[in-house]
């Protein structure tokens, strides 16, 4: 070309959960069935839709005003009553004036940090989520600056470790929360977002709340908003419909801004966020005009805590499973509905292997494993989708230094979900036991 077309930082765009697809794919075309644990589709997972939700949705379809634009940002009647659910919580309060719909909150997240100056940081958990990590890092031509989120303390944050690198990092202008996370499932206790606030409030930063799964926990665990303990401090959440209706096609996201007259640039950056949406004129109105309806049907609740438990009960089936299998720390999931399965490094080496009769299987694996500077997880999700059939994702490509994989936990059919994971259980020992034969 004449002249580089590719801006810096762009090539740090990465999303393994959906690349891992392609290799998939590979193994599907040779008559292979997968058992697809790469992403959270509900819908993927056999998750049924309420006849009740369906016919909400089809009535808005048979009306001709369901198929013409929305206010820029968001339908009133929607943010109106958004921002009322955010009130009742008691904490920051917020108007219809402050929230602004995006399609879906890849849609939101993008625009995020493309409106922030160049310079600017904004420090996220490691493992992260990696549209968050990609947009970081694309759009500061860098890696991305994040805090460590630690395995061997329920992956609760590691607090000393985001102090001193806000502290010593003054291009750090805000902190990324994910809670309840992607990808661990962890969720955050009321004194650690507190934390969070002691220290956005020294350095004066903005807070980022990614909380599309605030209403998925389970075995008794409830998430705590960001806006019931932000005070008078700037913030911005981020929700959407995706996980929770279930709807993850609607590609439906929303921002909830907190404390917008907080600081001045705080007010530029949420009126230049609704600007660039002016421009795009709308989001999709569907599934926007269907939240009230949907939030506020009478089945609603005992939907979503129906939905809840038997997340639940499949985090305790996954633990039973995988809970004591030497060479891996497990956590137990307490929202969402992923865990992240880290190896013990000390077990992992390069000579490690599953079985794999097929020989067209094998032509494939030795391709792929032909990649350069490969990490030692990300070979062991390779040997297990030639092998096992299954479709996970490496941590190391969570934008983390630890080795391991995310796998969901939203397969309906719970003798389907208990099959898979014992035959993940006998996957990795048998991995971890191919060159290292003192294991058990």
Same mark, same amino acid.
């Given at each position: ?62 009306? =001709?005003?369901?198929? /013409?634009?929305?206010?820029? @940002?968001? %339908? *009133? !009647?929607?943010?109106?009553?958004? &921002? ?96 309840? =996370?992607?990808?661990? /499932?962890?969720?955050?206790? @009321?004194? %650690? *977002? !507190?934390?969070?606030?002691?220290? &956005? ?240």
């Amino acid at each position: 070309m004449r002249t580089l077309l590719l801006r810096p930082g762009a090539e740090e765009l990465n999303y393994e959960i959906r690349g891992i697809v392609k290799k998939a794919r590979q193994v599907e075309a040779l008559g292979y069935e997968i058992t697809w644990e790469n992403i959270g589709d509900p819908i993927q997972k056999h998750n049924i839709v309420p006849s009740w939700m369906k016919e909400i949705v089809s009535d808005l379809v048979s009306q =001709d005003s369901t198929y /013409g634009y929305a206010d820029s @940002k968001g %339908v *009133l !009647e929607t943010r109106k009553f958004l &921002a009322g659910l955010n009130n009742q919580k008691g904490g920051s309060q917020i108007t219809a004036e402050d929230i602004l719909f995006f399609n879906g909150l890849g849609d939101a997240i993008a625009k995020v940090y493309q409106f922030l100056t160049p310079t600017a940081r904004i420090i996220g958990p490691s493992p992260a989520y990696s549209t968050h990590s990609s947009a970081e890092a694309a759009h500061a031509n860098t890696a991305p600056i994040t805090y460590t989120l630690d395995p061997n303390n329920q992956w609760l944050p590691d607090m000393e470790d985001l102090y001193n690198k806000v502290k010593y990092n003054p291009s750090i202008v805000g902190i990324l929360i994910i809670n309840p =996370d992607n990808p661990t /499932g962890m969720v955050y206790p @009321k004194e %650690v *977002l !507190e934390g969070f606030v002691k220290i &956005a409030k020294e350095f004066k930063l903005l807070l980022i709340a990614d909380e599309i799964y605030q209403n998925i926990t389970y075995n008794g665990v409830k998430a705590v908003a960001l806006s019931e303990v932000i005070g008078d401090l700037p913030g911005i959440s981020l929700k959407g419909i995706s996980k929770e209706f279930p709807w993850p096609g609607s590609r439906c996201g929303w921002m909830e801004f907190y404390n917008r007259n907080a600081s001045k640039e705080f007010a530029k950056f949420c009126q230049t966020l609704e600007n660039a949406k002016m421009i795009e004129v709308c989001s999709t109105i569907l599934p926007q005009l269907s939240i009230p309806k949907i939030m506020s049907h009478p089945a609603y609740v005992e939907y979503r805590q129906e939905a809840n438990e038997k997340i639940g009960r499949r985090s305790r089936i996954m633990e039973e499973i995988l809970g004591k299998i030497p060479g891996i720390k497990f956590n137990p999931t307490k929202g969402a509905f992923y865990n992240t399965v880290v190896f013990d490094e000390t077990y992992l080496d390069s000579k490690q292997f599953l079985p794999i009769e097929d020989s067209k299987l094998q032509d494939l694996l030795d391709g792929w494993l032909k990649e350069e500077n490969m990490p030692l997880d990300k070979r062991f999700v390779y040997y297990l989708l030639a092998s096992a059939n299954i479709c996970v994702v490496p941590i190391s490509s969570f934008c983390s230094d630890l080795r391991g994989f995310r796998v969901t936990l939203l397969e309906e059919d719970e003798a389907v979900f208990r099959q898979t994971f014992e035959r993940l259980g006998e996957a990795i020992r048998f991995y971890l036991n191919s060159s290292k034969k003192e294991l058990v």
